[in-house]
């Protein structure tokens, strides 16, 4: 909605540092909320453990 607020709003730039901040909460999102899948498989490789603690 705010993409089509600031494509028919009579001054286009107005809106252009809100839609900033709310893509740049999108990407941190993307990066810290919602990891992609095999992600802990890349971190295993790396020498860490992704099924716990293997001191057993």
Known sequence: MLNAF??????????DELI???NEL???YRLHVVPKPGKKDEESEE???STGSSDT
Request: charge should be negative; avoid cysteine.
């Open 20 to 22: 900033s901040q709310v």
């Open 47 to 49: 020498g860490g453990s």
């Open 26 to 28: 999108i990407k941190y």
């Open 6 to 15: 600031a494509l028919t709003d009579d001054d286009p730039h107005r809106f």
